[in-house]
């Protein structure tokens, strides 16, 4: 894996995220209230939503537009709801945060 520094942890509030731009669209990052990361698109497959804005709950994010919940984990959505996020590996190294940027820059996710 070819590893991108986006930034520090410190940057991104707990249970918050911010958004990278890539040439592939935007990708929004998320922490967790235990301090994981977890990146994915930051489009609701839904009707395109940003889930940057959305509520973090565990390791899942809420959808703030219809409330659609997805695992920050799989990008899968939970209960009722059907559709898939992509998502990209990603990790904390000495308080700053990583992302694949190989699988960025080839447009596929996990
Ligand atoms: S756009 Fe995300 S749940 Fe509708």
């Known amino acids: 894996m070819s590893w991108l520094d986006i930034g520090a942890l410190g ?3 707990q249970r918050g995220a911010r958004v990278v731009k890539t040439v592939h669209g935007c ?3 998320f922490r967790t209230g235990d301090d994981r990361v977890f990146a994915m ?5 839904h ?9 973090v709950h565990g390791h899942a994010v809420t959808c703030p537009l219809h409330n659609w919940v997805f695992s920050l984990e799989t990008g899968i959505a939970q209960g009722a ?4 996020v992509a998502t990209y ?3 904390v190294d000495a308080g700053r945060v990583l992302i694949d940027a190989a ?4 447009g596929r996710a996990a």
């Open 103 to 106: 699988r960025l820059r080839a």
């Open 11 to 13: 940057d991104i509030p």
């Open 47 to 55: 009707k395109g939503g940003p889930l940057s804005e959305g509520i």
């Open 81 to 84: 709801d059907s559709g898939t």
């Open 27 to 29: 990708v929004a990052v």
């Open 89 to 91: 590996p990603a990790r």
């Open 41 to 45: 698109d930051d489009r609701c497959p």
